[in-house]
C-alpha cells in the first residue's frame, strides 16, 4: 500500500545496529505514553508502553525511556532488523483525563540491509 | 473477527458527494474511536464513543463529519458535501476500556483511504 507520511523526519540505521526515535511531548500533565508502529498501508500496532511513575520501561528487544524533566520520551530498539522499517508514533495521554490519545507526527524509519 | 475491519478501503470522489466509512470494532470492545491521518501528519482525534454514553465529538473539524455506533458495536463516520481537503486516512480503532482508564492499547483497523478529486 502507499506509504503514509512522505514528508517525515527520517531515521536510517544500518541491520542490526540500535535505533533510538525521539519524542517530545507536549501536555505536562500526561502521565501516560505508549509508542506505535505504523508499516505501510496498515493501521498503527502497539509497541511498548510506560506511565509516569517510571523512567524506562523494556519489552522485547524495545526500551521506552521516559525524561518528565525535560518533556521527552524515547523508544530504542535493539539490533534493528528489516522488518522494524515503519513509522513510529508516541502518543501521550493522561491516565482518568477522560481525553483521547494525542499522538506525535511520527519518524520514519529505515533499515539499510 | 480478530481485528478491527473498516471499509472501504479505498474510496476515491468527487468534491461535493457524500461517503461514509464503516468500522467493525473487536467483539466485547466498548470503545470505539475514529481518528484521520492526513499525509505527513500524525493522528488526528475525530469522535469517541463509550458503551452507551454520548459521544465525545470534540474532534470532528466541521459540521459535516457525523458518526453513529449502532447496538454499540458497528460505526460509521458519514462526511457530507466532501472537500479535497477532506482527502485523508482514517482510521477506526477500538479498546476494551475508554477514555477514564485510558491504558491498554487501541487496536487500529487498517483504514479507509478517501481521496477526493
Known amino acids: 500500500g502507499e506509504s503514509v507520511g512522505l514528508h517525515l523526519p527520517t531515521l536510517s540505521v544500518q541491520e542490526g545496529d540500535n535505533s533510538i526515535i525521539n519524542c517530545a511531548y507536549s501536555n505536562s500533565a500526561s502521565d501516560y505514553f505508549i509508542w506505535y508502529k505504523q508499516e505501510s498501508g496498515k493501521g498503527p500496532q502497539f509497541i511498548i508502553d510506560?506511565?509516569?511513575?517510571?523512567d524506562k520501561r523494556q519489552g522485547q528487544r524495545v526500551t521506552v525511556l521516559l525524561n518528565k524533566t525535560v518533556k521527552h520520551l524515547s523508544l530504542q530498539i535493539a539490533a534493528t532488523q528489516p522488518g522494524d522499517s515503519a513509522v513510529y508514533f508516541c502518543?501521550?495521554?493522561?491516565?482518568?483525563?477522560?481525553?483521547?490519545?494525542?499522538f506525535g507526527k511520527g519518524t520514519r524509519l529505515s533499515v539499510i540491509a | 473477527g480478530a481485528g478491527v475491519s473498516q471499509s472501504p478501503s479505498n474510496k476515491v470522489t468527487e468534491k461535493g458527494k457524500d461517503v461514509e466509512l464503516r468500522c467493525d470494532p473487536i467483539?466485547?470492545?466498548?470503545?470505539l474511536y475514529w481518528y484521520r491521518q492526513s499525509l505527513g501528519q500524525g493522528l488526528e482525534f475525530l469522535i469517541y464513543?463509550?458503551?452507551?454514553?454520548?459521544?465525545?465529538k470534540s474532534g470532528l473539524p466541521s459540521d459535516r463529519f457525523s458518526a453513529e455506533r449502532t447496538g454499540g458495536s458497528v460505526s460509521t463516520l458519514t462526511i457530507q458535501r466532501t472537500q479535497q481537503e477532506d482527502s485523508a486516512v482514517y482510521l477506526c480503532?477500538?479498546?476494551?476500556?475508554?477514555?477514564?482508564?485510558?491504558?491498554?492499547?487501541?487496536?487500529f483497523g487498517e483504514g479507509s483511504r478517501l481521496t477526493v478529486l
Open positions: 464513543f463509550q458503551g452507551n454514553s454520548a459521544p465525545d
Open positions: 502518543a501521550e495521554n493522561i491516565v482518568w483525563g477522560n481525553t483521547p490519545l494525542v
Open positions: 467483539s466485547g470492545h466498548t470503545a
Open positions: 480503532a477500538s479498546s476494551l476500556t475508554g477514555m477514564r482508564v485510558n491504558t491498554g492499547e487501541l487496536f
Open positions: 510506560i506511565r509516569s511513575n517510571m
